[in-house]
């Protein structure tokens, strides 16, 4: 899956990333979205371009801004009603962030954290063990790729450590919890 980051002329950061559903269902997906298209994301909001640009990749960021610009707004999707609690309180010891209950938050085996701040392969094994575990318990790819940004802050200490480049970790995340199934 192909994605990018870039900031917007006033300062908001956006994920880009193409989408790409197969439906056998008549009116599986939207009318025009067929295709795919181009999602744009940033806090608070969501866009989709379809049709895109096959080059979208390679353009600058200004370029990616006036696509951005171009996209039709997506509606929030409706928020299911909540049958029982969805985060358990936070031990009285002091523990770990509240978890969703459904989904625990999946662990990494405990190794010596690497040295140096750019230990690539510390890092995508990390992400790999975190997204094939994720994976096998049902947690969805998004609220795992928000869990793994804090297990990553953790386990690499450090502002300027690997481990915050987002595209190496979404890459490795993305490889392992969509194409790695005999993991």
Request: net charge negative; charged share 30%; hydrophobic share 40%.
């Amino acid at each position: 899956m192909a994605a990018r980051t870039f900031e917007d002329s006033a300062g908001a950061t956006w994920e880009v990333f193409e989408v790409h559903r197969a439906s056998g269902k008549l009116g599986g997906v939207s009318a025009g979205l067929e295709l795919g298209w181009l999602a744009f994301v940033k806090e608070g909001e969501k866009r989709r371009l379809a049709p895109f640009p096959s080059d979208w990749e390679q353009v600058g960021d200004s370029e990616l801004e006036q696509l951005c610009a171009r996209a039709r707004l997506s509606a929030p999707r409706p928020i299911a009603p909540q049958v029982g609690p969805r985060i358990r309180p936070t031990p009285p010891d002091g523990g770990p962030l509240a978890e969703r209950a459904e989904h625990p938050t999946p662990t990494v085996p405990a190794e010596p954290v690497a040295e140096a701040p750019g230990d690539l392969e510390a890092i995508r094994e990390v992400v790999r063990a975190f997204a094939h575990e994720a994976r096998t318990t049902g947690l969805p790819a998004v609220d795992a790729m928000v869990r793994l940004k804090a297990v990553l802050a953790e386990r690499f200490p450090g502002a300027d450590h690997a481990a915050r480049d987002s595209r190496l970790v979404r890459r490795a995340f993305v490889d392992a919890y969509y194409f790695e199934r005999d993991a």
